[in-house]
């Protein structure tokens, strides 16, 4: 029985050892195949995973920033650059590895960088981080004083690299063409956002090998070097000069006029279609683009919370806003230089033609007719009074002697239905009736309105793209705006070429229309003739447009001309939006932005080397420069100054000039009494500006000579014996303190409202 029950046991410990063995074989194969899956997981699956975290836990990259491509204007001065700073950031990892004292560092790093104090302990508490950014882009003698407190101290959580900033040297010159970068040094406006990729460059690298600790290994000679690509230059069209006078006289005219939403003018090659110039008014500091003007700054006094960021959004966004390219406008008057265009190429009129305006024309399709401007009407006049006039009637009945059909046809020859396609983001695009609208056989109304440039809307860049094919010889061209994109080596990497579109007129009607555009400044009754400079042969066409919907006070008054006009270079469109009714004076287009453009003529023919060529009339009333007699002998120096057009005064007795009024070298009107001083003492007393605004030139002269002071004119030529003209501007505010013999510089323009358009 004991051997029987040994054998069971014997045979059911075997059984047991047997099933044991055999469950261990099945866990060790099962746990093999979850480990052989796991690892195939880990090892094919997210290979490239766990790939990636161990180069990241045994190699450090710093980065090294490419500096970004210069834009320079078109006689290469320096609108736009980088310049090296320095970008400041901390490593949580690091402190905690070296055991560092977080407040002692957020303490000096606060007061340095000006930086809060508690969103850099925040930053503190992500221990795995190697890299948080402290401050960016900061100057060197601030970066200096970093590394100074880093090295004292001997910190190592505390690190700075080299970056690059942005740099606009003449501050809000330009801002709307230039565009600005953001932190991480990408285009956002202008210029910048465009020409991007040309002016980026390409960032390099550094790689190195560290330890577990993620400091560099000693004694491994693994490094990875990338050298950084600069970016390339880019060459603009506009000329920094130009851009200047452009700017500066729109910015006087606003303040002149009273104008409530600022302003818009072009400068363009006539025959290029390079800019030259491009401004809108207000315009802010790329240097510091978050920044709105202290006017914008009033209207968000008051707000808070999310109204006030939402005001602050808005601002911004409409001081960098290129309206030239990217608003639309009603044109007015200014647009009947087309019509006159279209009508001289079909041979529908010429210089024996005439128009009788009685004040109103009746329309097909219109309840109501047409009004003319000046409620009486002009009478019976030719081709070129006509333009002269601005007459609403005339030219109502010269759209309808083209047609609907062919005026349309026209308007897409000129380009007018589509965008210019300029080499800027954001250009707008016009509004036009549908062609079945417009050229509807029952209802002339659209034609009748389109051809004085009302009932549709185009940009300020389609008008003078238009105006300068109508100067040119009739050759639309492509306006453009950078010149080329070169290297480091002066090598061109893009070039920006003169493109004729397509020829819309011939060059006979081109010539005729400068003939007749010319008599609106130099005409008998012109409306334009406040854009008269003396020398010059200026062409142009006035326009004063109502807003409408927005107020019956509410206007936009414009002028655009060209010149020479016998051989046009230059185009220059000046827009004016909303003058205040509450200023007093005369809301027009011929009053308000002819005098604009033509100041700006007068600044830039002479810089552009186009030499004036002067009537007898103009060489009696021009600004002439006072000659330098000091230390002359008085004889001689009274012959000098009557030979130059000067009559004389002498104070003193003594045989030689000791002193002169007004200084040698600045320009007065011709005929103005230099004093000089024959040993006796000039008056070193400073007087007050008087306000010359509406007297004559006479009376204007005269108070100045009683105060001790000098005239200097632009606009319309002056005269003594006219009461009409008068002066809109002067460029010392009344009521200054200035010198004894200082020189001031007044507009005169032509006051008669009889012959200028309040609407058109």
């Not at 080299?162 to 953001?182: E, H, M, N």
Request: glycine share 8%.
């Amino acid at each position: 029985m004991a051997s029987k029950n040994k054998k069971f046991i014997q045979k059911a410990n075997v059984q047991t050892q047997r099933r044991t063995l055999s469950l261990v074989i099945v866990c060790g194969i099962a746990a093999f195949l979850v480990m052989a899956v796991h690892l195939y997981n880990i090892q094919i699956v997210k290979h490239d995973f766990y790939e990636q975290h161990a180069i990241e836990q045994q190699l450090r990259q710093t980065t090294i920033s490419a500096s970004r491509g210069t834009i320079y204007d078109s006689n290469m001065k320096v609108l736009a650059m980088s310049a090296s700073v320095e970008t400041v950031f901390i490593s949580p990892a690091e402190l905690k590895m070296y055991n560092e004292n977080p407040e002692f560092i957020a303490r000096g790093l606060s007061d340095i960088l000006g930086v809060d104090y508690n969103s850099i302990m925040e930053k503190w508490k992500d221990t795995g981080s190697w890299y948080k950014t402290i401050a960016r882009k900061i100057e060197q003698d601030t970066a200096d004083k970093v590394r100074d407190f880093k090295n004292k101290n001997n910190l190592k959580s505390i690190h700075l690299e080299v970056d690059t900033k942005r740099y606009y040297p003449y501050g809000t010159l330009a801002s709307q063409i230039l565009g600005f970068v953001g932190t991480d040094n990408y285009g956002l406006e202008g210029i910048e956002a465009k020409y991007d990729d040309y002016l980026q460059g390409t960032s390099g690298r550094i790689v190195r090998a560290t330890t577990a600790n993620g400091t560099s290994m000693l004694y491994t000679k693994f490094e990875d070097y990338v050298d950084a690509a600069n970016g390339n230059d880019v060459v603009l069209t506009i000329d920094s000069n130009i851009q200047y006078y452009l700017e500066k006289h729109i910015q006087q005219a606003i303040a002149d006029y009273s104008i409530k939403n600022g302003g818009m003018g072009i400068v363009m090659n006539v025959k290029t279609g390079a800019i030259l110039g491009m401004a809108s008014i207000e315009n802010y500091d790329p240097n510091n683009y978050q920044k709105i003007s202290d006017k914008a700054q009033e209207k968000l006094n008051g707000l808070t919370g999310e109204d006030y960021l939402k005001k602050l959004a808005e601002a911004q966004i409409s001081q960098r806003r290129n309206r030239c390219i990217s608003d639309t406008y009603e044109p007015g008057s200014t647009f009947k230089s087309f019509t006159l265009a279209i009508a001289l190429e079909e041979g529908l009129v010429n210089d024996k033609s005439t128009f009788y305006c009685g004040g109103t024309v009746a329309v097909p399709g219109r309840d109501t007719p047409v009004h003319c401007w000046k409620s009486a009407g002009h009478g019976s006049q030719t081709l070129a009074e006509a333009v002269q006039h601005s007459c609403n009637v005339a030219f109502v009945n010269i759209g309808l002697m083209i047609g609907a059909e062919k005026f349309y046809d026209y308007m897409e020859a000129f380009g007018f239905f589509e965008k210019t396609k300029i080499d800027l983001y954001g250009e707008g695009q016009s509004l036009w009736w549908d062609k079945d609208v417009f050229e509807d056989r029952e209802n002339k109304s659209q034609l009748a309105a389109a051809s004085f440039g009302q009932t549709f809307n185009i940009t300020p860049l389609q008008l003078i793209t238009g105006i300068s094919c109508l100067a040119n010889g009739g050759k639309l061209m492509k306006p453009y705006i950078v010149s080329k994109v070169i290297d480091k080596n002066n090598n061109i990497v893009m070039a920006n070429e003169p493109t004729v579109v397509r020829q819309v007129i011939s060059a006979e009607t081109s010539k005729k229309v400068c003939e007749i555009l010319e008599t609106v400044v130099n005409g008998g009754e012109s409306t334009g003739a406040n854009a008269y400079v003396a020398g010059y042969r200026i062409a142009g066409k006035t326009a004063t447009s109502e807003k409408i919907g927005q107020g019956s006070d509410d206007y936009i008054v414009s002028f655009v001309g060209f010149a020479p006009a016998n051989d046009p270079e230059i185009a220059v469109l000046v827009i004016l939006d909303t003058p205040d009714p509450a200023s007093g004076i005369y809301i027009s287009g011929g009053i308000m932005a002819a005098p604009a453009v033509g100041r700006i003529f007068a600044d830039s023919l002479p810089y552009l080397g186009i030499d004036p060529i002067y009537s007898e009339d103009e060489l009696s009333s021009r600004n002439i420069t006072v000659p330098s007699v000091k230390n002359m002998s008085v004889a001689d120096a009274k012959s000098a100054l009557e030979g130059s057009g000067f009559s004389v005064r002498v104070i003193g007795s003594g045989g030689s000039v000791t002193d002169q009024v007004p200084a040698a070298n600045v320009s007065v009107i011709s005929g103005t009494e230099v004093i000089i001083y024959a040993g006796e003492a000039k008056p070193e007393a400073m007087v007050y500006v008087p306000n010359l605004y509406g007297k004559t030139y006479s009376q204007a002269k005269n108070t100045l000579e009683a105060a001790g002071l000098y005239l200097r004119t632009t606009g319309v030529a002056p005269s003594a014996s006219s009461s009409t003209i008068v002066v809109s501007a002067q460029s010392l505010s009344s009521g200054s303190q200035v010198a004894y013999g200082t020189v001031i510089e007044v507009t005169l323009v032509e006051s008669d409202t009889s012959i200028m358009e309040t609407r058109g």
